[in-house]
């Protein structure tokens, strides 16, 4: 049974997700682990209304505050140890990392 790990990790910060991809990158490429990715998605663009007061009935307003969100994703096949070392990592409070493991049987396996 081969393990797939799929990694999504998102940031406003670009520097540091594309830090953080290519330091993965190259930890498995050092260990031999069959990865794909980094694959990235177009920069998501939200806009947030900022309210002057907390007064339900008070409409007044600061300018929206706008920001942006990078998303790239990569799986790891095989090499289930190092899926859960990467996971587990420390990383800075401006990158988010999702894991999802799925596991794939060959064709004619049984339960």
Same mark, same amino acid.
């Given at each position: 049974?081969? !393990?797939?790990?799929?990694?999504?990790?998102?940031?406003? #910060?670009?520097?540091? $997700?594309?830090?953080?991809?290519? #330091?993965?990158? *190259?930890?498995?490429?050092?260990? /031999?682990? @069959? $990865?794909?990715?980094?694959? *990235?998605?177009?920069?998501?663009?939200?806009?947030?209304?900022?309210?002057?007061?907390?007064?339900? #009935?008070?409409?007044?307003?600061?300018? *929206?505050? *706008?920001?942006?969100? !990078?998303?790239?994703?990569?799986?790891?096949?095989?090499?289930?140890? $190092?899926?859960?070392?990467? @996971?587990?990592?420390? !990383?800075? #409070?401006?990158?988010?990392?999702?894991?999802?493991?799925?596991?794939?049987?060959? @064709? /004619?396996?049984?339960?």
């Amino acid at each position: 049974m081969t !393990f797939v790990t799929s990694l999504t990790l998102q940031s406003g #910060d670009r520097a540091a $997700l594309d830090a953080i991809v290519d #330091d993965i990158k *190259s930890t498995a490429e050092r260990k /031999g682990a @069959a $990865l794909k990715g980094p694959h *990235s998605h177009p920069p998501e663009k939200h806009s947030v209304p900022q309210h002057c007061r907390l007064h339900a #009935d008070d409409e007044r307003r600061f300018s *929206s505050w *706008s920001y942006t969100v !990078f998303t790239r994703e990569l799986e790891i096949h095989g090499h289930d140890n $190092l899926a859960r070392n990467i @996971a587990s990592q420390n !990383f800075p #409070d401006s990158v988010h990392i999702e894991a999802e493991v799925e596991q794939i049987r060959g @064709a /004619g396996q049984s339960n």
